[in-house]
């Protein structure tokens, strides 16, 4: 038998079909591939291609506005806007000491009321639309349904591949925050030049349970980090979701999946006019969860924070 990549790719149509033999097959992938690199390409997952590619126009037409008609919009880090040009260094999240992130973001996040009032000023406060690009709103409106729905389903895959039932995970989201990227890479015409040890976004890894990560193929694109391979580009599929596991996810299976560490490279030498954006769904879970003694929100808080670079 052929070694398995330390990157799988998951094809969900056997799962859904819900035939035994192919739930456990992939259980035992998903399994291997989270104890060993934290991540997985995942198709198969019904996702409008198209849905994707309207968002990605949308949002290009805010980041190529003027600075001064981005500026209302601007936030920190948490917040719901515009991430403008230095507001941002993932790297300082495990401490490292990395310049600020070479990208611009713009940011969304669960909105929906819980009722209790401190819960949502802290977690669920509306979202900022920019009227400049009004198409933008209901494209990302109806892609986080879909997202929101996968991802559910991505935690029941890994109820099972953990061997507990398959809500042990979902359980716990009846009503979760989640976070919800554009991020927009531009080529140095309008970054300038990186500085040394700059990254588009420096290393780290991610605080949630899943992330759900629409991405391009590029030279300053997504490397991912194994302790057999060291930084090696991930693998692409223009079809697949890219997913990978958080923080929390580790402390819930008591370590034995490991948080998928990961960056994104800083425009190449040799293509420095390089533009590339990604989609990024982080999941979270329902506010006062406990993580095996873990404040999960308390925990999720501390990690924005840390991660602000203005």
Known sequence: MSEQPRIPTIDLRPWLSGDPAARAETARTVDRA?????????TGHGVDPGLRTEIRAAA??????????????????????????????????????????????LSFAAE???????VDREWFLPNTWPAETPALRP????????????SDLLLEVLGVALGEPEDFFTRHTGHPTWGFNINWYPGTEVVGEP???????????????????????????????????????????????????????????????????????????????????????????????????VDSHAYLRAQLDAITAD
């Not at 989270?34 to 995942?42: E, H, I, P, S, Y």
């Open 60 to 105: 290009r037409a805010f980041f190529r506005l003027p600075a001064a008609a981005k500026e209302p919009y601007a936030v920190k880090v948490g917040g719901r806007g515009w991430l403008g040009p230095g507001a941002e260094a993932n790297g300082y999240a495990e401490g490292t000491e990395t310049p600020p992130d070479l990208k611009e973001s």
């Open 112 to 118: 929906e009321p819980t009722g209790d009032p401190a």
């Open 139 to 150: 494209l990302v409106e109806t892609y986080l349904g879909q997202l929101r729905k996968l």
């Open 195 to 293: 500085a040394p040890g700059q990254f588009r976004i420096g290393p780290h890894t991610d605080f949630g349970t899943v992330t759900v990560l629409d991405r391009q193929a590029g030279k300053g694109g997504l490397q991912v980090f194994t302790d057999d391979g060291g930084w090696e580009d991930a693998p692409y599929d223009p079809a697949a979701f890219t997913i990978n596991i958080g923080d929390l996810m580790v402390h819930w299976t008591d370590g034995r999946w490991r948080s998928g560490r990961h960056r994104v490279l800083p425009p190449p030498l040799d293509a420095p006019a390089e533009e590339l954006m990604s989609l990024v769904y982080f999941y979270e879970c329902d506010p006062g969860t406990s993580v095996r003694g």
């Open 34 to 42: 989270l104890r060993t690199a934290g991540f997985l390409l995942v």
